[in-house]
């Protein structure tokens, strides 16, 4: 079921998109070429997605490590933003990153951090009797800080950039991190119905945080993307199962396929992120959610490049679907030309140096007829 507050984040969402950022005076025409992408559409040429670093000796990292010190942590978020040359349709945004699967921590796992990565500790036992009720405690640290970093970045991006969410993550990749891979897999032949009722009840959590983070940021007036980098004049989801590189289809359809059309469903729009050729084994059942509007697939390290898998992208453009693909520069221009134009968007990983990046946007442009 939607949410209640769709329609009014969707007039304010709407309200943003129209005024220009002082980031990024293109917002408005982005904004339009971003929903024409929604809609499985063309506006002028597909999406383009690109930024490159300005200041190679000053590296960015995800700044995990000064996050108790907002001062400290804005200060360096914002150094990182203004250091970056965007391209084409990358958008200015300060993210609030708590690294991978922040609801793990939020529902009792025990996080750790790193400058550029966090990893919550499992801890269920086999029997599951130490399983948490899967709950968010408002007095959680990470929740209040959670509230705390958003409600700062959404005061100052008003009218100047937008703020990016954190990976709240879903729930198979919850209890991936609080049981192990090795465990759950186990779990999801032996105790399915364990498994199930854990998802049913993690999805109330994932709903109640991912309102929050809407309505922080809309009520102090600034516009919100989630960490693919994509604007919508609506609310949308990116739901994730990356545990579902290790199950088979009828575990993945059976367990955890219905939360993800939950989410979708909720939000009013999802992106479906499909990570790596053995998450790809269930493309088939993921086409064949209406709620899912669009795939965002990574072709996952050391694996082919997604020009290995053009059969697949083509089978979703055939749906219906929205496609959004990260690749290499080098290879860009053969993925525009090989797929239809119409909902593709390219989101270019390792970015070369910011004039290289520029030529290629240039060519790119060009082959759509755009000076």
């Known amino acids: 079921m939607p949410m209640e507050q769709i329609p009014s984040w969707t007039d304010r969402l709407t309200a943003i998109a129209q005024q220009p950022l002082e980031f990024c005076e293109d917002f408005p025409q982005i904004a339009r070429r971003l929903e024409a992408w929604w809609h499985h559409e063309l506006l002028d040429r597909p ?6 670093s300005t200041r190679p000796e000053r590296p960015i990292t995800r700044r995990l490590e000064h996050m108790h010190e907002p001062d400290v942590w804005f200060r360096e978020k914002m150094l990182d933003m203004q250091q970056v040359h965007r391209v084409g349709d990358m958008l200015p945004r300060i993210r609030v990153d708590f690294g991978a699967v922040l609801l793990g921590s939020l ?20 029997d599951w009797s130490n399983a948490p009720d899967w709950t968010i405690c408002d007095g959680h640290p990470d929740w209040r800080l959670l509230h705390d970093l958003t409600q700062r970045v959404g005061h100052d991006a008003a009218g100047r950039y937008l703020v990016c969410t954190p990976d709240l993550g879903a729930a198979a ?8 891979s090795a465990q759950l897999c186990l779990d999801v032949v032996t ?9 049913d009840a993690i999805y109330a959590s994932w709903r109640k945080a991912f309102a929050s983070l809407y309505a922080v940021s809309l009520e102090r007036g600034a516009g919100l993307i989630h960490w693919l980098g994509l604007w919508s004049n609506r609310p949308y989801a990116v739901p994730a199962c990356d545990f579902n590189a290790l199950i088979g289809p009828a575990h ?16 009013g729009r999802a992106v479906f992120h499909l990570d790596g050729p053995d998450a790809a084994r269930h493309i088939d059942a993921l086409l064949e959610v209406p709620e899912i509007d669009a795939i965002q697939f990574t072709p996952g390290a050391g694996s082919p490049s997604a020009l290995a898998r053009l059969d697949m992208l083509r ?7 929205s496609l959004l693909i990260f ?24 970015s070369p140096p910011a004039a290289e990046l520029d030529a290629l946007f240039s060519e790119f442009a060009r082959r759509y007829g755009q000076a």
Not at 252 to 267: K, M, S, T
Not at 315 to 321: E, N, Y
Not at 327 to 350: D, F, H, K, M, Y
């Open 173 to 180: 990749d919850v209890l991936l991190n609080l049981r192990g």
């Open 191 to 199: 105790r399915p119905q364990t498994v199930k009722s854990a998802v």
């Open 327 to 350: 690749c290499p520069a080098e290879e860009v221009l053969t993925l525009a030309e090989s797929l239809r134009p119409e909902g593709l968007a390219i989101l270019i990983e390792q």
């Open 107 to 126: 529902l009792g796992g025990r996080r750790e951090v790193r400058s550029d990565t966090s990893w919550t500790h499992a801890f269920i036992d086999d």
């Open 252 to 267: 993945f359809c059976e367990l955890f396929l219905p939360e993800i059309v939950r989410e979708a469903a909720a939000a």
């Open 315 to 321: 089978r979703i453009q055939s749906k219906g679907k």
């Open 47 to 52: 999406v383009f997605m690109a930024e490159a």
